[in-house]
């Protein structure tokens, strides 16, 4: 008989934090073999090499999926082929075995189906899911290693900011870089964040939510936020900074840049942003599996803050998350086939 109790969480208290879920999914796969196989072990604790690749020379990519009970008593992904076909790509990047997109939502799907218990009730969150691939055989000189692991982990979570909505507080850096043309911005790689977190640490310290990164060649254009991808309405139009090689390609920001254009009958483009155009801009908001659709209400640039909108969600930001929320949840029509069931 089993001994698995379901979980006692109170889901209105819910951070972007861990909590521990029932199982987890690992596989392993040689340098130059192809991924398949692999199973679902209780969540705990792994062992690893202290030589491991990933550990000494960060040889590690992950991705953010959310699972959502939705409006129908349904549990579903949001385009979790889009995360599979991003990790491939980032697997390639970091020489490690390219990633099966199939394989991928396989995974995530086993692992959301045996953990669906943490899955919040409809409107309460989400289930975070966290798939990653690491090198994860000793290597002393620098190369890639010889073993991978996939793993897909879980955990229900709601608002990654802590004030859930609420218009963020940023800093314009002009001190440090996220990534660099040529570099490694473009994949979900580990060390991306790892160069975020000084600048975030002292962001933080002064009062702010999160740094907007400016590219690393002419510090004239915006890039991104380090969890999220960034967003302006003015004139009527809404614009993101093109994918330049340093930023990362969101699944959220494609969404966005659909549902407005196909749904709301929005001018959308993709251009380079200079600051000014985000100080000057009528409203401005981050996007990402993790931030959903959060506005920007203050931006602080050389030392001079900027309110944007009188530092409230603007109506357009307003419509755009609603409407994709509304087709997440299945509360609205799902025109583009984008939500996809576990069951
Ligand atoms: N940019 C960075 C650096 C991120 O970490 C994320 C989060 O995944 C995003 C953008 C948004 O990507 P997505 O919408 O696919 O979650
Ligand atoms: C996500 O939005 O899923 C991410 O991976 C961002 C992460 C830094 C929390």
Known sequence: MSNYSKPTIDWDSLGFNVTETKSMFRATCDLGGKWSGGELIPYGDIQLSPFAGVLNYGQGVFEGVKAFRS???????????MNGKRMAFSTKRICMPEMNPAFFVDAVTKTVKDNIDYVPPFGKGSLYIRPVVWGTAPILGVSPTSEYTFMV???????????????LN?????????????????????????????PLMEAKKEGFDENIYLDAKEEKFVEELGSANMFIYKDGCLKTPALNGSILGGITRQSVCQVASDLLGITVEKTELTVDDLLSADEVFCTGT???ITPVG???????MTEINQNKMGPIAQKIR????????EELDDPFGWVVSVE
């Open 170 to 198: 940023l800093k314009v850096n002009t001190d440090y870089h996220r990534a660099a043309p040529k570099g490694i911005g473009n994949a979900k790689a580990i060390g991306n964040y790892s160069a975020s977190l000084f």
């Open 153 to 167: 982990m879980v955990s229900p979570v709601g608002p990654y900011f802590k004030n859930g909505i609420k218009p």
């Open 71 to 81: 409006s129908k008593g349904n549990v579903v992904l949001f385009r979790p082929e």
């Open 298 to 304: 203050k931006i602080s640039y050389q030392g001079k």
């Open 290 to 292: 993790a931030v959903v």
């Open 322 to 329: 609603e409407t994709l929320v509304g087709i997440q949840r």
